[in-house]
């Protein structure tokens, strides 16, 4: 079999049309191998999917931290889990992007049993398909933005020159190509956790998971950073991302509650739009027209955004 990472199967983008002037688009989620993906391109294809996930930490004593979690996760989705702290958000998060393994139930990424994965193969399956983006930046000090970013795709199976050609291409995507050669320590908050989306987006990943990626920032940085998140999206990455906080919530286009353990939609999952009786002046902006109020020039190719499904 081919690499287990790598998603192959029906839908092309433009992410596949070579593997070295890639526009970062995201990896195209298998289409092919999935029962319920359907003939035609209908909807986009499946990239994560869980049934009856359950994690318990073994204790003493015990945490059941996520029970009975059913979702599905299709390319081009922004979709935002909220919750309590303790809720069990960044577990689920945590067996999404392979880091950790679910003590019941069935995960397929990109349309593969994970379970069936070696530990090697999880990694490289981690490596190629997952973007992981935390609270903390977690860059090297020392070392710059371009390196840091390159550091990413170290285990990806791409040659160094290659790498930091793509870390500067990304680092651009992503606003900072005059901050590329700049250490962190010379950076801002929000200027490290956009070296650090970079690094994650730089390998083309099937999903950019978000765990708490405005936590330690301000609230102009935070702006920011949401900014670039929705552009992403925009442009066809499909995101997860996990924050406490419903204001950040509400900038993605599907939320989902986590509530001790388990996992719900919401209400807010539908855009919010003007009551036809409304006077224009109380009308609400829409949610998705403020989330894509561009700050940052273009961040991916448009061809890339197949994967798109708009609400
Ligand atoms: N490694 C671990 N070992 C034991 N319990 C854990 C571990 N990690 C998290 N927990 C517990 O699992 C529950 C969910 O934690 P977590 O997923 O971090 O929640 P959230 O991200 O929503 O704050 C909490 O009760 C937490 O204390
Ligand atoms: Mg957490």
Redesign the pocket.
């Given at each position: 079999m081919g690499d287990p990472a790598d998603g192959q199967g029906g839908r092309r983008t433009a992410a596949d049309d070579g593997p070295t002037d890639h526009p970062h688009g995201p990896r195209a989620a298998s289409g092919g191998e999935l029962p319920d993906d359907g003939p035609g391109d209908e909807a986009p294809a499946v990239v994560a999917e869980l049934r009856g996930i359950e994690l318990t930490?073994?204790?003493p004593p015990p945490?059941a931290?996520?029970r009975g979690c059913d979702l599905q996760i299709r390319a081009g989705e922004y979709v935002a889990i909220t919750?309590?702290?303790?809720?069990?958000?960044?577990?689920?998060?945590?067996i999404i992007g392979l880091l950790d393994q679910p003590t019941a139930g069935a995960y397929r990424l990109n349309g593969l049993d994970v379970a069936q994965l070696s530990d090697g193969q999880r990694t490289a399956a981690r490596a190629r398909a997952i973007g992981f983006v935390f609270q903390s930046f977690h860059l090297i000090g020392q070392r710059t933005a371009t390196e840091n970013v390159a550091l990413g795709m170290l285990y990806a199976q791409v040659r160094r020159p290659e790498r930091l050609r793509r870390a500067r291409q990304t680092l651009a995507q992503v606003g900072l190509a005059a901050r590329a050669e700049a250490v962190p320590p010379q950076l801002s908050g929000g200027e490290q956790q956009r070296v650090a989306i970079a690094r994650a987006l730089a390998s083309q990943p099937s999903l950019l998971l978000c765990?708490e990626p405005t936590g330690n920032l301000d609230s102009a940085a935070t702006a920011t950073v949401l900014d670039l998140l929705a552009r992403l999206h925009d442009d066809g990455v499909t995101i997860v991302m996990?924050t406490?906080d419903p204001a950040v919530a509400r900038r993605a286009e599907r939320v989902l509650v986590?509530d001790d353990?388990r996992l719900g939609e919401t209400a807010d999952t539908a855009p919010t739009v003007a009551a036809p009786t409304a006077a224009p002046a109380a009308a609400p902006v829409p949610r998705r027209a403020a989330a894509r109020t561009p700050k940052i020039g273009p961040i991916l190719a448009p061809a890339a955004a197949s994967g798109r499904r708009r609400p």
């Open positions: 930490y073994p204790g945490v931290a996520v919750g309590a702290s303790g809720s069990g958000k960044s577990s689920l998060l945590n765990d996990i406490h986590m353990g």
